[in-house]
């Protein structure tokens, strides 16, 4: 899971502490070259002898063949089958290791599908599933449809389905949490100087000029004060 967005991959990276590297569909990477996965993968092994890789679901599609991903396939959902990248590149480090650096290594490949939704719930889950479930059933008793129930600033709302796909929440590379990602699994950004550019002019915001010039611009320097002595009451005068 994770097939346009890497935020399961890169928390559950964070909370582990035991990755090397966490591979996202925000952020670009390559195998080959200075620089590159591969090369970061060796020095790795021959630093700790082991190394953990996590990968995304929607990671690395541009690696693959343009025949494969011209597919149309698509899931019971209705969503574009992706490609699983991991098989890819586990054959890719196995065929760098054994033919140019004639080095034994012992690759584990492992796909946990549904597995991540199969743990166990805690007390903390079945009372949130229980409010949302009981926010649902009110939703539709009073003939709301076509919405969903979440937390809003502490509060249980319904939230129309039209706000919910609107748009995709993306993990920002340039924001502090994947800096944080990246101070903990050591890893490279695989990022040129070219993608730094263009992911911050995607975060920057238009920024806000005055209408008029700032010689229009005037600063008060005097301040009228105003004490209740200066207001005059009237009393006993009729109600208009």
Request: with cysteine; aromatic share 8%; glycine share 6%.
């Amino acid at each position: 899971m994770g097939r346009n967005s890497g935020f399961i991959a890169m928390y559950a990276t964070l909370a582990s502490r035991d990755v090397d590297c966490c591979l996202i569909p925000e952020s670009p990477f390559y195998l080959e070259g200075a620089g590159g996965l591969l090369e970061y993968i060796e020095k790795r092994l021959k630093e700790n002898g082991h190394m953990v890789i996590v990968i995304a679901e929607g990671a690395g599609q541009e690696l693959l063949s343009e025949s494969l991903r011209s597919t149309d396939h698509k899931d019971a959902s209705g969503n574009k089958l992706l490609q699983d990248v991991g098989l890819l590149i586990s054959q890719r480090i196995k065929d760098h290791f054994s033919r140019q650096k004639k080095m034994s290594i012992n690759l584990k490949y492992i796909d946990p599908t549904y597995m991540i939704r199969a743990v166990p719930s805690n007390a903390s889950d079945n009372v949130y599933c229980t409010l949302l479930a009981q926010s649902a059933v009110h939703g539709a008793m009073a003939g709301y449809t076509g919405f969903t129930v979440g937390p809003v600033n502490g509060r249980h709302s319904y939230i129309p389905f039209y706000r919910i796909t609107e748009r995709q929440n993306k993990v920002v590379i340039t924001d502090r949490m994947w800096a944080r990602l990246l101070s903990s699994t050591n890893q490279p950004s695989f990022l040129s100087a070219k993608d730094v550019m263009e992911a911050n002019k995607e975060e920057e915001e238009p920024t806000q000029l005055l209408e008029n010039n700032c010689s229009d611009v005037k600063l008060v320097k005097e301040v009228e004060v105003i004490t209740p002595s200066d207001f005059k009451f009237q009393q006993n005068q009729p109600l208009k």
